[in-house]
């Protein structure tokens, strides 16, 4: 099959996509000529043009607010995009109270067919306020779909989905994974919300992980497996709609559970999915479920001291050789 | 709309040492720049940088001479050209960029933003570009609350002027009368997009500010005098309690947005012509001579000193540690 990065899967998805309905409208800071700063909209505004592509002032909150407000009307698609997902904070109440209320506190008159964009991750020395994966602030937040890619063929599928959604859909893309190559067929596909995928399959224990930490898992299970450990990874997908499902049917096969993210370890997506897996399946349970997530500290802009903040295979092999050292 | 500053400047007219003064932190500030580069071309500093040469003249201009250690100042993301002129020492800004203990964070890093330095009215800066737009007024509050003659200057951005917080920030600096002066850096793009591109304005950025009754101007950033005369009647205007000014001060930056930027979205002709007609070091440097204040070889001498102190501060930021790793978790609270 054809291998395309990330980043070339992202930009098919947006073309098609745009092809296909014209009420789709993209927008946000250095989309349209530059083709983004991370270069995901490339060759969109060549070819559709403002208004359907357009640069926008810098004023995040209005970009999100203005989205809602193209939104409601029932004539417009919009995808904007954040330069970094870290901005959500600019326009936490246009995300977390208008594009997830809006149509609940209006008693369901309106759609929210809004995709956002958002870049993530550490990557390379961008500070505390360039670096971060505030997903899980936004799983708090009913009305918002999370959707967290870890591999080309996902970002495309997931895309396509996401703006085909009557619903709002917060995209995280982390940074580090947009040259990252994949299979990607040439045909059309679309990935369901809510349907996690097992990207190895294992019986000693059960990796859950999202975004890059699906591919340092995926690292540390084949390191694992010549020790003779067979974990079985699982990537999410969407954190929300959550397959609970498919998690809970591999716990209770394996019985170990650790579950990885670059979040921050207190609050992030992990201790929801923790907390649902021992709500469901704690007698499966062999050992307690283990987390890992970056330091509950600011992020430093040093890349020497960066490193101590993204997880890596050897912390997770530790921890799986922590967890299967529990005697049954 | 906002009224084009002009004045008849004579070098005559001025104590030289603060003439030279001026020429020197603009040599500091691009020397710094320059060397800079070039340790990020060694692979020693990560490649998020927004160079400031080009612009020097703006900021040495409103602050050499004229703001003391008590004057706060919030500086932009190019370059480190307020710093520089604010007096932060130079082995700490490259210890910030470096990653070492020398820097002013103690080795988390620091980057263009995020360095401070409290002791000379430097509090710091947001990577949300405009959002110090906010924080300028609370600290011009805190000044006039407490009583004291300090003034508060914030520099952003043209990009960043189009933040939500630049309006909330202009109706509290009116409102409550605050000494805050404004000081939108417009070298026209904010990455690839043209200043004509993303603002809706009668003519001028500076023309918001009319709306709000603040006293405001556009003037020529270049001019190393002309920012300096325009700063110090905003500052008088601020200590005698007579509220904020807005300065929109016209740039153009030399380099692309970041280091490796293609820069290919301006038109050439136009670069040119602000490296070779409008550079500040440049221009300020024929008056230097022509007004025969001093000559050539002089200001070569002392391009030479500007240099020696460079390259001790980065020796002095290079031969300090990295941090151990628990550096991350301390100072998170006091
Ligand atoms: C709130 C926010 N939005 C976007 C960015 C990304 N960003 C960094 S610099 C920049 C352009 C700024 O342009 P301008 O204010 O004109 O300053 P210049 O870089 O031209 O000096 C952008 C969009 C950011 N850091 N913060």
């Known amino acids: 099959m054809r291998q395309i990065t990330m980043r070339e899967a992202l930009n098919e998805a947006l073309h098609e996509e745009m092809e296909r309905d014209e009420s789709t409208v993209l927008f946000g800071e250095d989309v349209a000529k530059f083709g983004g700063i991370n270069k995901v909209t490339q060759g969109l505004y060549e070819k559709y043009g403002a208004p359907r592509v357009y640069d926008t002032p810098i004023a995040e909150a209005t970009i999100v607010g203005a989205a809602v407000g193209m939104a409601i009307t029932g004539h417009a698609r919009p995808i904007?995009?954040?330069?970094?997902?870290?901005?959500?904070s600019i326009a936490f109440d246009e995300i977390f109270n208008k594009m997830g209320k809006w149509r609940f506190m209006h008693g369901g008159q309106m759609e929210m067919p809004i995709t956002l964009r958002l870049p993530v991750g550490i990557a390379g020395g961008a500070g505390p306020e360039h670096s971060q994966s505030p997903q899980a602030l936004f799983m708090h937040g009913p009305g918002l779909q999370i959707v967290v890619p870890s591999t080309p063929y996902d970002a495309k599928g997931l895309l396509k989905t996401s703006i085909r959604d009557n619903n709002a859909v917060l995209f995280f893309e982390h940074k580090l994974l947009y040259d990252m190559k994949g299979d990607v067929p040439e045909e059309e596909y679309l990935i369901p919300f809510g349907k996690a995928d097992i990207k190895r399959e294992g019986e000693d224990l059960t990796i859950i992980a999202t975004a890059l930490q699906v591919q340092t898992s995926l690292e540390a299970a084949e390191e694992l497996s010549n020790q003779g450990v067979e974990a079985e990874v699982i990537d999410p997908r969407t954190l929300a709609p959550l397959d609970m499902e498919t998690i809970l049917n591999s716990v209770r096969k394996t019985g170990r559970v650790l579950i990885v993210h670059e979040e921050s370890k207190t609050g992030g997506s992990g201790a929801e999915i923790a907390a649902q897996i021992q709500?469901?399946?704690l007698f499966d349970l062999e050992a307690p479920i283990k987390r890992i997530g970056s330091p509950d500290v600011p992020i430093a802009q040093s890349i020497h001291l960066e490193q101590f903040y993204r997880p890596n295979a050897q912390q997770i092999i530790n921890a799986v050789n922590e967890i299967i050292d529990v005697p049954v | 709309m906002a009224e084009i500053y002009q004045r008849d400047v004579n070098l005559e007219d001025y104590d030289p040492d603060l003439l030279i003064e001026l020429y020197k932190t603009m040599v500091k500030i691009r020397s710094f720049d320059e060397n800079l580069i070039r340790l990020m071309q060694e692979g020693k500093v990560s490649g998020f940088y927004h160079s400031g040469i080009g612009s020097?003249?703006?900021?040495?201009?409103s602050i050499t001479k004229?703001?003391?250690?008590?004057?706060?100042?919030?500086?932009?993301?190019?370059?480190c050209n307020q710093k520089i002129a604010k007096g932060v020492p130079l082995s700490k800004i490259y210890g910030d960029f470096l990653g070492t203990i020398e820097g002013t964070t103690k080795g988390l890093g620091a980057g263009i933003v995020h360095s401070a330095d409290p002791s000379r009215g430097v509090l710091g800066q947001a990577g949300t570009i405009g959002s110090q737009l906010s924080l300028a007024v609370g600290s011009a509050f805190a000044s006039q609350m407490k009583g004291t003659d300090q003034v508060t200057i914030v520099y952003f951005g043209d990009g960043a002027a189009s933040r939500e917080t630049m309006h909330g920030s202009l109706n509290w600096a009116k409102l409550y009368n605050l000494p805050v002066i404004y000081i939108c850096e417009n070298n026209e793009y904010a990455i690839s997009c043209h200043v004509s591109e993303t603002h809706g304005v009668k003519a001028h950025i500076a023309d918001w500010s009319e709306g709000y009754g603040i006293p405001n101007c556009v003037v020529d950033g270049n001019d190393v005098l002309l920012m300096h005369e325009v700063t110090k009647e905003a500052i008088e205007r601020a200590k005698k309690g007579r509220g904020p000014t807005f300065i929109e001060a016209q740039t153009f930056r030399h380099r692309g947005h970041f280091e490796g930027d293609p820069y290919d979205y301006i038109d050439k002709a136009v670069l040119q012509d602000w490296k070779d007609n409008r550079d500040p070091i440049k221009n300020f440097k024929k008056q230097l001579i022509n007004s025969g204040l001093t000559t050539e070889d002089h200001l070569i001498n002392l391009g030479k000193q500007v240099e020696e102190e460079i390259l001790q501060a980065i020796e002095i930021a290079e031969n300090a540690p990295m941090p151990e790793r628990n550096r991350i978790y301390e100072g998170l609270f006091a």
């Open chain 1, 80 to 88: 904007p995009e954040l330069q970094f997902g870290d901005f959500a």
């Open chain 1, 279 to 281: 709500e469901e399946a």
């Open chain 2, 56 to 61: 020097e003249g703006l900021s040495a201009g």
């Open chain 2, 66 to 79: 004229l703001l003391r250690d008590e004057d706060y100042i919030y500086y932009n993301h190019r370059g």
